[in-house]
């Protein structure tokens, strides 16, 4: 039985002859002042109709192109607008809003919780402006409410994502969407030609001259389509061990080469970004999923050979980023053994952010940093939280990391191998976000939260168990193997 959306199970000519009346006069006002805003009228317009019909639509959008474009400026393509921001607005509140009761998902502790959290933001947000005298501006409004755009995605593809054919597509989605983001990071390193240029046009200026110089020396760290090595490898985190559960879970796999070739370009980028939290978090996470898997002892040989191609590839910028992490200038004052990185921060942390943090430790500051700062990067996403939040948005985080803990564990416990792969690797991915934030906020910015929240939907089970339902025809990247067992259903 063909699966079809809101718009597509009714018929209503006067809706729909009302609906393009109204999109093409807005659109027609808006071309000879913006032709580009005018554009983009019509394809939001275009993109809301696809996904009333074909619900599956948005869900990919919201697995593939969200995350890899999260890093993108606002103004690219179309002044004022953040494209990944635009589209989680736009396909989730459809998707949210004009479900059929039919194909609702039932609300889990994980939904509330993550509801709860977006609404803490935005309401400790609103307190700081009003109780410190703060004018803001839309984008620092924009910041305010952004966090309700992660419950926008998890609940939005969880929506639209049902059957298991259609999680196939998604994780293709992911998967793929991580290719050209893995590419561009290396034709970065490389120093190819326009690649400078046009990812500074992407991202609107990458932060701290990462491009040509590097930030300390003449190590280039990649950044991608992100403003920073760290987003990119917050980014890439979850691809990489997606892919590697996928391919050690058993689970039949079409085109294995392309998957796994996939993984590998993602696993090469990551190591070029330098990010040495993400890339230990990433090597402990594989060797935990080989050591779970049946068939480790053969396993381990590919891991090693994948691990070898990466330290060519990555090697030489790695022992080169340890040296200049431990080396130190005479008369700086610094412990020999401390990381450079870890040193600034702890100074940035004690002589700034916890002082002011001190000062209103139950409301913090909302978006606005005091006048007392002068480093304007937390350099830490529990830094962020009590300077925005208090101590309230911190325990609001705690109850969040339990929850998608908890969701997490029970997808790696399921009867099906592909979502038991998917939690797995939800797990490994939710410990190595709550590790990372220590040092920079991965939770806050573009790259991981939008990759994670996407796995997290297409791993969570449904408390009320999947639903019998034909997968959706149409564009099918999977297709199910014969077999009455969906662990033996092929990921094409």
Known sequence: MRRVGWLGARYRPALLAAACGLV???AGALFPVDPKMGIAVLLGAATVVVVLVRPIVGGLLLVGLVPATSGFASGFPVAHVRISEALVGAVGVTLIAFVRRHDAVPWQALDWVLLAYGMCW?????????????????????????????????????????TAEERRMAIWALVVAGVPVALLAVLQETKAPGIASLLARLTGGLTGGSVGTGTSGPLIRVTGPFVNWAALAGFLLPVVLVVVALAVSGVPLARRPWFVGAGVLAAVALALTLEQSAILCVLVGVVVLVARCEQRARLMRWVVAGLVVVA??????????????????????RVGWVPQTLGFRWGVWTRQY??????????????????SIHW????????????EGGVPMLAMFAVLAWSMLDGARAAARSPDAVRRALGLASVITVVAMVVMNATWPFLSNGGMPQALWALMALAVPDTLGDRARAAAPGWELLHPAPGPSSSARVLT
């Open 312 to 333: 060519l590839v990555a090697g030489p910028f790695l022992v080169a980023r340890l040296f200049q992490e431990l080396g130190g200038g005479a008369g700086t004052g």
């Open 354 to 371: 916890l002082p002011a943090i001190g000062a209103r430790p139950l409301t913090g500051y909302g978006v606005v940093l005091p006048s």
């Open 376 to 387: 304007a990067w937390p350099e830490s996403q529990y830094i962020s939280f009590l300077m």
């Open 24 to 26: 093409a006069l807005g």
């Open 122 to 162: 935005a309401a400790m947000g609103v307190v700081a402006a009003k109780s410190l005298g703060q004018h803001l501006s839309l984008e620092q409004w924009g910041t305010v409410f952004g966090q309700l755009q992660f419950f926008l995605i998890y609940r939005g593809v969880r929506i639209a994502v049902r």
